[in-house]
């Protein structure tokens, strides 16, 4: 049962546009969320977090989204750079347990 | 401040065998989480260690097992070697007020 789920695998997007990756969960006892960026052979790096009392955090280039009564978040990236290409995983913690758990990844490619 | 490191950095073995991986964490940071990124999927949460002791652990079976030193450093060992323990290993670390995790490059094991 997979509780953070990533649909879309890879999104191809030009360069100067928005990026928009997408994450739905199914627990309703997730109250913090967080976006990864990983590049090959390396670990994965924080990007941007929000709290469920909030609906929006912004952070340069990248904001996060959340709603909670569609059990829906998304990264928005603008504009979009070919340093951004990487895997993007959405990972969320509650109920006190600080244990992440992440979504399968969405693989942006920005192309020049 | 130094990041999160761990060594090594690859490693084979076959099956049935034992293997140690290592991590130092992120300076200021007493929280550390083991994670497992099988190919193609979102690291799974292992275990995690706090002041010396494990406070969380996911669905992994025993032969998996950690230690935290008091430096806040730690160890994963894994006994008993199965080809599907082959996978990315990542060590998080946070500090106790913060959900935010900070991941290391991972070590690489693969197991023939």
């Known amino acids: 049962d997979q509780q953070v789920k990533q649909n879309s695998p890879s999104l191809s997007v030009q360069e100067g546009r928005i990026s928009i990756l997408n994450c739905d969960y199914t627990n309703s006892m997730f109250d913090y969320f967080l976006w990864y960026k990983k590049y090959p052979a390396e670990g994965p790096t924080f990007l941007i977090s929000?709290?469920?009392?909030?609906d929006k955090n912004e952070d340069g280039r990248f904001t996060v989204f959340l709603n909670k009564s569609a059990k829906h978040l998304s990264l928005h990236i603008v504009p979009s750079q070919p340093g951004d290409s990487a895997v993007y995983f959405c990972a969320a913690s509650g109920a006190g347990s600080y244990q992440l758990t992440f979504g399968k990844g969405t693989k942006l490619s920005v192309i020049p | 401040e130094t990041g999160v490191t761990q060594s090594p950095t690859h490693l084979i073995k076959t099956r049935g065998q034992q293997v140690t991986l290592r991590c130092s964490s992120q300076?200021?940071?007493?929280?550390v989480s083991w994670y497992q990124q099988a190919l193609g999927q979102g690291p799974q949460f292992i275990f995690q260690?706090?002041?010396?002791?494990?406070?969380g652990r996911g669905n992994f079976p025993p032969r998996f097992s950690g230690l935290q030193f008091p430096n806040y450093s730690s160890e994963l060992n894994v006994n008993a070697l199965e080809l599907d323990d082959s996978a990315l290993y990542l060590c998080a670390s946070r500090t106790g007020f913060t959900d935010t995790q900070y991941f290391g490059p991972g070590t690489r094991l693969t197991v023939l």
């Open positions: 260690y706090y002041r010396e002791e494990e406070n």
């Open positions: 300076s200021g940071h007493n929280t």
């Open positions: 929000i709290s469920s009392i909030k």
